[in-house]
């Protein structure tokens, strides 16, 4: 096996606010190793933002409780000096936004921003180096013209040129990681084609490892090595990719792909759905968060709303799910699945 | 198709005017977001409209509800002119379209119960008894399976799902014929969104409802059109039955389109040949001459630039504007 | 650029000269009649009527603003013969009731006025954006509590009030300052702060609280941007991302309110002015009111106009150059 890049270890993260305590992160755990990508899968609300921002240390102590440790460069990220963490951004791990009109600063030149995250961690680069740095990196990811786009301000590009403008500032110092918080969302069908196949190249290029964060499991298909997917700040079930897809092995993943199957597929005729609405953040049901809305937890005699269930590993396929169902039942899952 | 059509746009055009940059004297350039699109929406029928940002479909739908003017062609509802229908007029216009709209929560005013959301187009529409409206609002709310006891509850009390829902009770308060409806599900979660696709398809059937429903989505569309619209730039590229747009797309921008969206089967990434388009859309101030798709288009020779080709069949059994379709 | 000059400075001409005949008319149709107020308390009908003639004021009202405008370009000769004087140019007319005019009136006070509000806006600006940064930063802590009372308490005096306490508690009671004065900041530079210390404090207590809730407001909101995320997912130091990032988008907005403000503030500081009896230009314009000195109204106001407008400009040229969205025109 690669070398580890990131541990996280039973994560929490709550925020109080005037409505209650949010509880975003409930005690995840995931490992990232050099080159891999990890697709973390989840509805709004089920936390996989909060956790990126965990990861890069950008969530204020004082407004949240954080507990569980995130080992990143040798370094436990919720525990480390400012100072530490510091030094770990940009190089050990970089990150993407989701929308790539508000992530960069509107003041100063695409050029001059690109510098300034090189130089963070070269501070003894001259303006020269720094400059050709900058135009290097406006070249490998893409954008026409690099001496040109070099003194222009973020107004004057597209949404798909800013985002590669923002892997570019992330990649800058060549990080062990890069987390991608829905990179594509905000962009068009076409242009979020060319934007993962670029992230897939420069991950090549680059060999770092990726944490991809997507409600999406179409773009989960198409780049990630390992899924891991979240509702309600928990892990549901944790595979490899062609694993998830072909035998889901949690009731959540199936009403999931399920969705998005016969959205893919069928033409007319009612869509497979997941029955009522995701859970308040500040009130989670007992036991189980998904056993609200799970088509199995009336047949186990309250055992899903009163317990919760732990992560645990299936032999046969090798994905771990957090569900009370046995072995056979969970194994089973897959195949009433709509394939095409 | 045999039903009759029911809403009508002929020739629509839309170009919106740039604020003057010179010294003093005003500019002529125009962002030119609708030119030329002509549909029809059939009875109990639902038309998709397909495009990426800037391609004109918002202000289509815009155009098609009367909130706009458009700068030339005609909007037939019912076979009668109300391209320029005004005041008391346009209002009986409205009761028969309505709209709903992307964002529920921008859409829905966060200081009204749903009861007054759903309520208020009643007062303004047709004349109504304070209960009888009351017992009208919470009939709506059961049809679009929302619980009729949240009637004095506020819009953040309920999540994205039901709160779209609430935007499609307001819609269908009025009774109207047609509704048009710009991304109803693009801002909602994957399983949510199917929830709403099957009651927007329940309600057409029960209540014999015409659809216009735009999407940036092709697989939303795909599912719930009976025909459809693929839009590039102001002007419609493709047209015909999900059939001939899915299984037999002929202009490569369709194409492109459809072979960008990823799918969510590992296996099928790695075998499919993606047709990954170069560049941006280009500016709708300063569309390019001939065919609009040319700039991006791997198949554009000379012809392209000259001659802008017309939305007719060439062959596929569905109109195509593309000189060279394959 | 020059092109987006030219157009904001050609529309501030065109503005002004709006305001100079809006406030000509404004005071022109008062019910006062200014021939009868030319000629103090022993006047005759017909010394009212040498005065209407001699100053112009039988003559239509458009002709009488030609007149007032062509004054300010070229000055103006009131009379003949014996009595005939002239206000050089800008003359914007001679005040019977100071026995002067009022271009001269208004070059005596606007130092003074001058001087409260440089001195003023220097420090309200300094507490409003320090106060309010500390604010953001301690966001929902005591120093943000603190603060918040500090600036309720300030903002609910009356001006007349405060400056009035001031006074008591500075110069009467604990006879810390001298009572408040004009010196020329040329002669005596120690001895114009000190003697304008308290106007400076009465408008700081009353001006900073509203820069305090701006500069708190605008950063709160641009420390939530995803740039700024972005930037300190960069790695840079705190005080870079607060420096490059959010103060410099938090403050454009302050600079226009500012340059308003500071612009409204040289037509007089009427309040501040009355109370420690300085005379600057918002006393002019009061004592003008109680005389019904239309000359030196008009002039005053046109004065204050003019600041609001130009600074108004001064600031919309300042954010072509700091806003590239706004500098680059395609």
Same mark, same amino acid.
């Given at each position: 096996m690669s070398e580890l890049v990131l541990q996280v270890k039973d994560l929490k993260v709550s925020f109080s606010t005037v409505d209650g305590v949010v509880q975003a992160v409930n005690g995840i755990s995931f490992d990232v190793r050099k080159g891999q990508t990890l697709g973390i899968v989840g509805e709004s609300g089920s936390g996989k933002s909060v956790t990126a921002s965990a990861i890069m240390g950008l969530i204020n102590r004082n407004s949240a409780d954080m507990s569980g440790s995130i080992l990143l460069g040798g370094l436990d990220v919720l525990t480390a000096q400012e100072r530490e963490i510091r030094a770990l951004r940009g190089r050990e791990a970089a990150m993407v936004f989701q929308d790539p009109m508000s992530?960069?600063?509107?003041?100063? #030149?695409v050029g001059k921003q690109i510098a300034e995250a090189y130089e963070v961690h070269?501070?003894?680069?001259?303006k020269k180096e720094r400059q050709l740095v900058a135009l290097d990196m406006l070249a490998k990811v893409g954008l026409p013209k690099p001496s040109e786009c070099?003194?222009?301000?973020?107004?004057?590009?597209s949404g798909g040129m800013r985002q590669r403008i923002v892997i570019a500032i992330a990649l800058v110092n060549n990080p062990r990681l890069l987390i991608a918080d &829905?990179?594509? #969302?905000?962009?068009d069908v076409t242009v979020q084609a060319q934007i993962l196949e670029l992230m897939m190249s420069l991950q090549q290029e680059f060999g770092s490892a990726i944490i991809l964060i997507t409600h999406d499991l179409g773009v989960v298909a198409e780049v990630a090595d390992e899924v891991m997917v979240m509702y309600a700040g928990q892990t549901m079930e944790s595979s490899k990719v062609q694993t998830l897809f072909?035998?889901?092995?949690?009731p959540y993943t199936r009403g999931l792909l399920g969705s998005v199957r016969s959205l893919d597929n069928? &033409?007319?005729g009612a869509l497979h759905t997941i029955a009522g609405n995701p859970p308040s953040m500040i009130s989670l049901p007992g036991g189980c968060p998904f056993h609200p809305r799970? &088509?199995?937890?009336?047949?186990m005699n309250g055992l899903c709303s009163s317990v919760q269930p732990t992560l645990r590993v299936?032999? #046969?396929?090798?994905s771990e799910s957090a569900c009370h169902l046995n072995d056979d039942q969970l194994l089973s899952l897959g195949r009433g699945v709509i394939h095409d | 198709m045999t039903s009759p059509v029911v809403l009508e746009a002929k020739n629509l055009v839309k170009y919106f005017p740039t604020v003057s940059k010179g010294l003093l004297q005003r500019s002529? %350039?125009?962002?030119?977001?609708? %030119?030329g699109v002509s549909v029809q929406v059939r009875a109990g029928q639902t038309l998709g409209v397909v495009g990426e940002s800037g391609c004109g479909k918002s202000t289509l739908a815009r155009l098609l509800m009367r909130l706009l003017p458009p700068t030339s062609g005609t909007v037939l509802l019912d076979g009668a002119d109300i391209t320029s229908l005004t005041g008391r007029e346009l209002r009986a216009v409205r009761a028969k379209i309505q709209m709903v709209f992307q964002d529920p929560v921008a859409s829905l005013? /966060?200081?009204?119960s749903v009861g007054q959301i759903i309520g208020t187009p009643l007062k303004f529409l047709k004349e109504n008894s304070a209960s009888g409206a009351k017992e009208h609002v919470q009939e709506l709310m059961a049809l679009v =399976?929302?619980? /009729?006891?949240? *009637?004095?509850? *506020?819009?953040?009390?309920?999540?994205g799902g039901q709160r779209q829902r609430i935007g499609i009770a307001r819609a269908l308060a009025v009774g109207p014929q047609v509704i048009v409806a710009d991304?109803?599900?693009?801002?909602?979660d994957v399983s949510i969104q199917a929830q709403v696709l099957n009651l927007m398809e329940k309600l057409q059937r029960d209540l014999g409802l015409s659809y216009v429903f735009i999407a940036h989505d092709l697989s939303v569309v795909r599912h719930i059109a009976d025909e459809i619209i693929v839009m590039y730039l102001g002007k419609v590229v493709e047209s015909g039955t999900p059939k001939d747009v899915y299984s037999? /797309?002929?202009?490569p921008y369709t194409q492109a389109l459809l072979s960008a969206i990823p799918l969510a089967d590992p296996r099928a990434a790695g075998t499919h040949k993606r047709m990954v388009l170069t560049g941006d859309v280009p500016s709708p101030i300063d569309p390019p001459s001939g065919c609009r798709f040319r700039t991006r288009c791997?198949?554009?020779?000379d012809l392209c630039a000259l001659e802008e080709p017309a939305l007719? %069949?060439? =062959?596929?059994g569905h109109p195509v504007a593309c000189h060279f379709p394959g | 650029m020059i092109a987006y000059l030219t157009r904001r400075i050609l529309f501030a001409g065109v503005l002004l000269l709006a305001v100079s005949l809006f406030t000509f008319l404004v005071f022109a149709l008062l019910p006062t009649d200014p021939a009868a107020l $030319?000629?103090?308390?022993?006047? $005759?009908p017909e010394r009212i009527e040498a005065n209407r003639t001699r100053l112009g004021y039988d003559q239509p009202l458009l002709t009488q603003y030609g007149k007032f405008l062509k004054g300010i370009v070229g000055g103006r000769t009131y009379g003949e013969g014996q009595g005939e004087f002239t206000c050089g140019a800008p003359s914007l007319g001679y005040s019977f009731s100071q026995k002067d005019c009022v271009t001269s009136l208004i070059a005596r006070t606007l130092p003074v006025t001058g001087s409260i509000a440089i001195g003023g806006f220097v420090l309200w600006m300094i507490f409003g954006i320090g106060l309010g940064m500390v604010s953001a930063l301690k966001r929902g802590r005591w120093p943000d509590r603190l603060i918040s009372i500090v600036s309720v308490v300030g903002l609910s005096f009356p001006t007349f009030f405060l400056a009035l306490l001031l006074l008591f508690i500075f110069?009467?009671?604990?006879?810390?300052?001298?009572?408040p004065s004009y010196v020329s900041p040329t002669e005596d530079f120690f001895g114009w702060c000190q003697a304008l210390l308290l106007p400076w404090l009465t408008i700081t207590i009353i001006s900073s609280p509203y820069y305090i809730r701006l500069t708190r407001f605008g950063m709160l909101e641009t420390m939530n941007e995803d740039y700024v995320r972005l930037g300190i997912a960069k790695g840079l130091k705190r005080w870079t991302v607060l420096r490059k990032y959010v103060l410099r988008s938090a403050l454009i907005p302050i600079v226009t309110v500012a340059g308003l403000d500071f612009g409204a503030t040289l037509g007089g500081a009427v309040f501040t002015e009355s109370i420690f009896s300085l005379p600057g230009m918002g006393r002019l314009s009061i004592k003008a009111v109680s005389d019904s000195d239309l000359p030196v109204l008009v002039g005053t106001t046109l004065v204050a106009a003019t600041f609001i407008v130009l600074f108004n400009l001064l600031t919309d040229i300042f954010y072509g150059f700091v806003d590239p969205r706004v500098r680059i025109h395609k």
């Open positions: 992530a960069l600063n509107p003041y100063y #030149t070269h501070p003894n680069s001259s070099i003194d222009e301000y973020p107004h004057q590009f &829905e990179p594509t #969302t905000a962009l072909d035998a889901p092995s949690h069928s &033409e007319r799970c &088509e199995f937890a009336a047949s299936l032999p #046969t396929t090798g | 002529t %350039d125009s962002v030119k977001a609708v %030119d005013n /966060p200081r009204h =399976g929302l619980n /009729p006891e949240h *009637y004095n509850r *506020y819009p953040h009390e309920f999540s991304e109803p599900v693009s801002a909602l037999a /797309p002929s202009h791997p198949r554009a020779q007719i %069949d060439r =062959g596929q | $030319t000629c103090g308390k022993v006047c $005759t110069v009467i009671w604990s006879q810390f300052l001298p009572f």
